[in-house]
């Protein structure tokens, strides 16, 4: 049984900062990509930015410049820096990870997401 968790979404103003993070917990074995996701009412799911297990990054090219993803594989976490927010963020964010569990097992897990609004 593995869980994510995002926390850290909220209210800020256009060009302010919020940091997300995601914590991974259970029969974890290892943690190989972790990945950001956002969806806004009535859009498609997109994809935001990835790590992997050994820290390369990408990035969407909306956010390009913007945000940062990082994780800490002693803590099971991932974590996003949005700077320079602007209104079209707007939408609920999902973290994500490709996890192996006991017996070998490899699946794909998602939390359940965490809003994040700008607006003046």
């Known amino acids: 049984q593995v869980q994510l968790v995002e926390s850290g979404g909220g209210l800020v103003q256009p060009g302010g900062s919020l940091r997300l993070s995601c914590s991974a917990s259970?029969?974890?074995?290892?943690?190989?990509?972790m990945r950001w996701y956002r969806q806004a009412p009535g859009k498609q799911r997109e994809w935001v930015a990835g790590?992997?297990?050994?820290?390369?990054?990408m990035y969407a090219n909306s956010v390009k410049g913007r945000f940062t993803i990082s994780r800490d594989n002693a803590k099971n976490t991932v974590t996003l820096q949005m700077n320079n927010l602007k209104p079209e963020d707007t939408a609920v964010y999902y973290c994500?990870?490709?996890?192996?569990?006991?017996?070998?097992?490899?699946?794909?897990?998602w939390g359940q997401g965490t809003q994040v609004t700008v607006s003046s």
């Open positions: 790590i992997s297990s050994i820290g390369i990054t």
């Open positions: 994500n990870a490709d996890i192996v569990t006991g017996g070998n097992k490899r699946n794909d897990y």
């Open positions: 259970g029969s974890i074995f290892s943690i190989l990509n």
